[in-house]
């Protein structure tokens, strides 16, 4: 995984190169300074040089000037170092999210995907720029300063480094309970969004059954065991943050003690001991800063480790090595020994089901819920893969065509009619994006609300609200049937389309479907068989399967359950 990590600089290993080289000039900025001051504490004050001592003086203001600008130009491109690696992330995420089965998002939560694009790569993007950055600044310290203060002494300065290292080492090992308590509490973060997430999505719903305050209980809960995984995590970092409070003040000790036997022991000259104190502090500086980016490392790994966990998911439905582009569709579609069931579901939703679908036919599947009318729409453009069995559209294998084109031939009107943020000049021209303005006022003319958007003070640059929430139900399926009109695909699905709708709505809304399916093969699932009694196939499906066929005309005559159901909701419209 490391190595995985370490690829991602590649794309920016110009920018990485010019951070590491100003770390290396600030650190060398750094070790200079004690070596000025060892020489004017030795040599110029003894012999009262005042002028070379303000002209060293002078030397140390421009290094420190130049120093400033390292860490000015290291804190500037280091960050958008790690921001770039960041976009890059989160850009190979979202395009994993686009090629992922529908059955990752049947069991995952919106609010920890979100998690995952967001806080998540920031942390990693942290890890990115401080983590390389302090481990050349540290290593590059600790190497220089080994080297020039064994010219002082070996023996005391080796043994000091071996201290250190270990003291080092074992503060590192200590901190294990920290990476632990932070991992457990990015868990809870991820789930805490996604109860928001779905909180605030749903509040029209929590407000029409008065559950406001079932939410804050439900939430209350899921914020103490946030809490909770806080105070195991803060309480680890509080034992780490004190074990390196006490290594650097127990550094500092050990080398206040050995440096004043070395000058008692005349081995030191006062100046020698100042230096080697400055060159302990100042490596213990950025050690220190190097445990407390352990907390930094240990989010930001965790993070990586959960962006793996995505990249790593199969796609399951993906163009074969060989696939070739669906074209000249006529529409005709075939459904030969379908099994399917949904993940581990062993009976499965279609068992051995066949339906033959000619070019232009108009097709409506009837029955009860839970025996495949939806499944059997989602199967068509490839939203999930068959078990068993195949599909064909004009005798081409929808596993041998590419997703791309097979989807370009598909118009498909949900019950559910997902309005995204923006004006509804962008809603409709979702359906072809890049459009003229004039083909969406077409458009939207042929789905019969082009009069009520001139209507509006601002037209089409009108702002739909959250999810469209600024539209009525009439008026959003409205604009889910014009941007199927600017798709113009051979094969319409329409999917309990107007179900949600009153009936003068659905009437209104009918003319346009109606519009919609002219020269179209349609598949039609429905509840209201007032919307599908012109079908020219009606198909009655059950817990076995299909169980009747035929026009409204043909299935009046016989005894069963379409007959059962039409009479059932004709004496309901008495």
């Known amino acids: 995984m490391l190595k995985t990590f370490i690829s991602y600089y590649k794309p920016h290993r110009k920018k990485l190169y010019f951070v590491l080289s100003m770390v290396v000039l600030f650190a060398l900025v750094e070790l200079s300074v004690p070596i000025f001051t060892r020489h004017i504490l030795n040599d110029l004050i003894p012999n009262k040089d005042i002028t070379k001592i303000l002209m060293i003086s002078g030397i140390l203001v421009g290094l420190l000037l130049f120093y400033a600008l390292f860490h000015y130009l290291v804190g500037y491109h280091g960050h958008m170092l790690g921001i770039s690696i960041e976009k890059d992330m989160r850009m190979r995420a979202f395009e994993k999210l686009q090629l992922l089965s529908f059955e990752y998002y049947d069991v995952n939560k919106t609010g920890i995907i979100m998690t995952r694009l967001t806080s998540d790569l920031h942390e990693v993007a942290e890890l990115a720029h401080h983590g390389i950055e302090e481990l050349v600044a540290v290593g590059l310290m600790m190497v220089l300063g080994y080297l020039y203060l064994i010219q002082l002494d070996f023996w005391v300065t080796t043994g000091l480094f071996v201290l250190f290292i270990s003291l080092m080492l074992g503060l590192m090992f200590s901190r294990r309970k920290m990476i632990l308590a932070f991992r457990k509490l990015r868990k809870e973060h991820a789930q805490i969004n996604s109860r928001l997430e779905g909180s605030i999505s749903g509040i029209r719903l929590t407000r029409a059954f008065s559950n406001e305050s079932f939410e804050i209980e439900k939430f209350a809960d899921d914020n103490d065991i946030y809490i909770d995984a806080y105070r195991g995590a803060y309480r680890a970092l509080g034992f780490a943050n004190a074990m390196n409070n006490f290594f650097v003040q127990f550094i500092n000790v050990m080398v206040l003690l050995c440096g004043a036997y070395l000058v008692m022991s005349d081995r030191f000259t006062a100046g020698d001991m100042f230096a080697y104190f400055i060159y302990f502090s100042m490596l213990v500086g950025p050690i220190k800063r190097l445990m407390t980016m352990l907390e930094t490392f240990q989010q930001g790994w965790a993070g990586f480790e959960r962006y793996m966990e995505l990249m790593r998911e199969p796609i399951t439905i993906k163009d074969k090595e060989d696939a070739y582009a669906l074209d000249n569709v006529k529409g005709g579609i075939s459904f030969e020994s379908v099994s399917f069931g949904y993940g581990n579901d062993k009976k499965g939703v279609l068992d051995n089901f066949n339906l033959e ?168 699932i429905a509840h209201r068989l007032s919307t599908i009694h012109h079908a020219d196939k009606i198909v009655v499906m059950g817990e076995t399967g299909i169980v009747q066929m035929g026009n409204h005309e043909q299935l009046i005559q016989e005894a069963g359950h379409y007959k059962t159901l039409y009479e059932s909701s004709h004496k309901s419209m008495l």
């Open 357 to 524: 679908i000619k070019p232009g036919e108009m097709v409506a599947l009837v029955g009860p819920s839970g025996v495949g009318k939806t499944t059997i729409a989602q199967l068509i453009p490839r939203f999930y893969d068959l078990k068993s069995g195949s599909i064909k559209i004009d005798g081409h294998d929808i596993k041998d065509v590419t997703l791309k084109s097979l989807r370009q031939q598909i118009g498909y009107v949900q019950q559910d009619v997902l309005i995204f943020w923006g004006t509804i000049g962008d809603n409709i021209a979702y359906g072809h994006p890049g459009v003229s303005l004039t083909d969406i006022k077409e458009a939207a003319k042929k789905a019969k609300i082009h009069d009520f958007i001139e209507s509006l003070p601002q037209g089409y640059d009108t702002m739909v609200g959250e999810r469209g929430v600024m539209l009525s139900g009439g008026q959003k399926q409205r604009i889910s049937i014009a941007r199927i009109f600017l798709r113009d695909p051979k094969i319409l699905i329409l999917d309990e389309a107007t179900s949600a709708l009153d009936n003068i709505t659905e009437s209104m809304i009918q003319e346009s479907l109606d519009a919609l399916s002219q020269g179209r093969t349609v598949i039609a």
